[in-house]
Every structure is written in structure tokens, then in C-alpha cells.
């Protein structure tokens, strides 16, 4: 499994959500993309031309570049998102935002859904019992990192994130010599 440990600022984000059951991710997530491309994202990437304050706000963000996981009791809100840059919030869409943080980073390749699907199950059914619980515990959403390209390229680049704290009584520079000795690889 490919991870990297990395200390990022906060980030903001802006997009739009929806609320899916964790046994339904492996269908509604896909579905929730198709639904958005169909409707907000089809006649656009077609012009390049924004017709309204929405799909102004997808191009000036990139909004799909990433999709935010965020827990809540017996669902998640599952967002499609892009790193907000400022700016108004048209109706329709709302901001997230991380907190400053150490990141857990994985990445795979392959087509979607499949890669990033299996790079999930690895996360949390291989990292996070071996060694993602001393880690856990800086909040409760996770990030989905998105490459711009085909999609269904068998090099197609995509990761998952996953905000982290330092292990209890660890110092900054025991901090920077755990995350340098586990490193794996680089994400996208």
C-alpha cells in the first residue's frame, strides 16, 4: 500500500453533498458523480463557458478534484468538492474546512470506481487496524483526491486522505522521523 505522512495548513473547500449509508458507498458514491455530471458538469465541459453562478464556481474551484467522506451516525455526507480559492457561495453550494493537520496519504492507480474503492477496503480493512489507530482521532471526514484525466486509464492517479495526530507524548521532531521512516511513496 502506497502512504506518505505530510503536514498540510488548513484547507476550505466548497461543493455540494448528499447523505449515504456506509453500505450503500460502493453504489450511491458512483451514482452521486453520474447524477452531477449529468446535471452540472456535461454542457459545460462541452463550452468551457459558465452559464450561471454555480458552474462559475466548478471551473474557478475545480470542483471534482476531490470528495470529501464526513461520518455522521449511521451515514456519511459524501461531497463533490474542489479547494476553495474565495469568493461567493452560490446557493446550492457550501464550504468545508480542515483544520491545520498531519495527513495520512494513499494513492493508487487504475480506473474508477474500482481503484479507488479497493484503495478504501486496504485503508481501513489493512492501515488502520495495523497501524492507523494510534494515529486516529483529528476528525471524523476523510478526503478523496481526484488526478485530472481519464478516468478509466489503467494509469489513472487517485487517493485517499486521511486526517491524523501525532501518537500521545511524541514532539514535533519524533513527529518528522516517524512520518520519514514511513514513507512509502509520494501521492499523485
Request: glycine letters at 10%; hydrophobic letters at 35%.
Amino acid at each position: 500500500m502506497n502512504v506518505k505522512y505530510e503536514h498540510r495548513p488548513k484547507m476550505t473547500f466548497i461543493g455540494f453533498s448528499t447523505f449515504i449509508r456506509p453500505e450503500e458507498g460502493p453504489q450511491k458514491c458512483p451514482e452521486f458523480w453520474d447524477k452531477a455530471y449529468a446535471q452540472k458538469y456535461a454542457r459545460l465541459w462541452q463550452t468551457m463557458k459558465p452559464e450561471n453562478a454555480v458552474e462559475a464556481a466548478i471551473l474557478e474551484n475545480n470542483i471534482g478534484l476531490f470528495a470529501i467522506c464526513d461520518g455522521k451516525d449511521n451515514s456519511f455526507e459524501y461531497w463533490i468538492a474542489g479547494l476553495y480559492r474565495g469568493g461567493g457561495v452560490p446557493e446550492g453550494l457550501k464550504l468545508y474546512t480542515f483544520p491545520e493537520s498531519d495527513w495520512a496519504m494513499f494513492s493508487a492507480r487504475g480506473p474508477l470506481p474500482g481503484s479507488l474503492q479497493a484503495l478504501n477496503a486496504q485503508v481501513w480493512q489493512e492501515w488502520y487496524p495495523s497501524e492507523g489507530q494510534k494515529y486516529m482521532g483529528n476528525g471524523s471526514a476523510t478526503l478523496e483526491v481526484y488526478s485530472p484525466g481519464d478516468m478509466r486509464s489503467p494509469d489513472y492517479a487517485c487517493g485517499i486522505w486521511v486526517p491524523v495526530r501525532r501518537p500521545a507524548g511524541q514532539d514535533e521532531g519524533e513527529a518528522a522521523a516517524t512520518v520519514a521512516t514511513m514513507t512509502v511513496t509520494g501521492i499523485l
